[in-house]
């Protein structure tokens, strides 16, 4: 595995703010030509990254056959728009190494959960603004910098009457103008990339409503979205299964668990790792000696 760290530096990044990856190495002998990669945002309100939405995710992913990178990107006191232009950092990290780890440039996808969720779907709203490209150095709209994807878990979207107030407070402080902005329901484009989202009619920290009225501005704009709503669970269940319960050991849901195999179909159906177009098509051990 080619696991790197790379510090964020974008202006106002704090000290402890990365992305990490974890790459399966190529291999000559794998018939796996290209994988696509997904950039994992934690959760935690902007007051934290959650590790239960961090390495449990990215190995269950790669375990699927994609690439994964962890952004543990900065919060309060960093305000907007540190932490979207350290996802931007993180596009231009992938796509720039895209040659040497084997990484499909047409399938880097953006995951987030809760306060992660907003950063995640923020990306795929605001990618394409030109402020973001120079705030990382680069000139214009990048297409470097695109979202081929973005993957919802149970994320805060709205800044109105569902909003999650503490994920908005540690992101946009008293700025009223800066919260209504923030409010993605709003902010969906005809370039905001398709979405496969899901959270839990339970969830009182953070409602379901704000996926509904996410995937509501996905449909006005004609744009793909799979949404799933399940009837058990509350707020923050990572996996929601043993391996990612926290100490209070709340969150294992057998029937919402099986978000991830959903997720993971719907990955497959539209960022299908590649290989190679040589295959012969038979065991070597089947193939009659000259």
Not at 120 to 149: H, M, V
Not at 164 to 184: I, P, Q, V, W, Y
Not at 252 to 268: Q, R, S
């Amino acid at each position: 595995m080619i696991h790197e760290i790379y510090k964020m530096e974008c202006s106002g990044s704090l000290e402890y703010a990365r992305f990490e990856t974890f790459i399966q190495e190529p291999a000559e002998e794998l018939a796996v030509k290209k994988r696509p990669m997904i950039i994992i945002c934690p959760g935690g309100a902007y007051a934290y990254t959650s590790p239960r939405e961090a390495e449990p995710i990215a190995y269950k992913l790669m375990a699927e056959g994609y690439n994964v990178g962890i952004l543990y990107y900065s919060c309060a006191p960093a305000k907007y728009p540190v932490a979207l232009t350290e996802a931007a950092s993180c596009f231009r990290i992938v796509r720039r190494n895209a040659s040497k780890w084997k990484v499909d440039k047409k399938s880097v996808l953006i995951m987030g959960f809760s306060a992660g969720g907003h950063l995640a779907a923020s990306y795929a709203c605001f990618w394409n603004d030109p402020k973001i490209a120079q705030a990382i150095g680069l000139k214009g709209t990048a297409e470097i910098l695109r979202p081929n994807g973005q993957i919802l878990c149970y994320p805060v979207i709205s800044s109105g009457k569902y909003a999650h107030e503490g994920s908005f407070d540690n992101l946009c402080g008293d700025n009223k103008a800066l919260r209504r902005k923030m409010s993605l329901e709003k902010a969906v484009s005809a370039d905001t990339p398709p979405a496969f989202i899901w959270h839990t009619c339970l969830d009182n920290t953070v409602p379901a409503e704000n996926s509904l009225l996410y995937v509501t501005a996905l449909r006005e704009k004609n744009i793909p979205a799979e949404l799933h709503i399940f009837a058990q669970g509350w707020h923050g269940l990572s996996l929601a299964n043993e391996l990612s319960l926290s100490r209070y050991g709340a969150e294992a849901y057998p029937d919402t668990a099986e978000w991830i195999t959903l997720c993971t179909n719907w990955l497959k159906s539209h960022y299908p790792v590649t290989v190679r177009a040589d295959l012969k098509g038979k065991e070597p051990w089947l193939q009659k000696e000259k």
